[in-house]
């Protein structure tokens, strides 16, 4: 991952990290999976029709 920031040497990791950097952190890490995930759909189409299909029968089949 070329856009990753090097760890900085002086944060020994003694501050606590605020609610607003741990949701932007969370925001980019869920960012990175669905684009992943978009990824790997255009590259195996007959796999990711298959897990829709899956996904589909398991939501209609489930009993609230």
């Given at each position: 991952?070329p856009?990753?920031?090097?760890?900085?040497?002086?944060?020994?990791?003694?501050?606590?990290?605020?609610?607003?950097e741990?949701?932007?952190?969370?925001?980019?890490?869920?960012?990175?999976?669905?684009?992943?995930?978009?990824?790997?759909?255009?590259?195996?189409?007959?796999?990711?029709?298959?897990?829709?299909?899956?996904?589909?029968?398991?939501?209609?089949?489930?009993?609230?």
């Open positions: 991952m856009d990753l920031p090097a760890p900085d040497p002086s944060d020994d990791g003694s501050r606590p990290e605020t609610d607003a741990r949701r932007r952190r969370r925001a980019r890490f869920l960012r990175e999976l669905a684009e992943a995930r978009e990824l790997r759909d255009r590259v195996q189409p007959r796999r990711a029709k298959a897990a829709r299909l899956r996904h589909a029968m398991r939501m209609r089949t489930f009993r609230w």
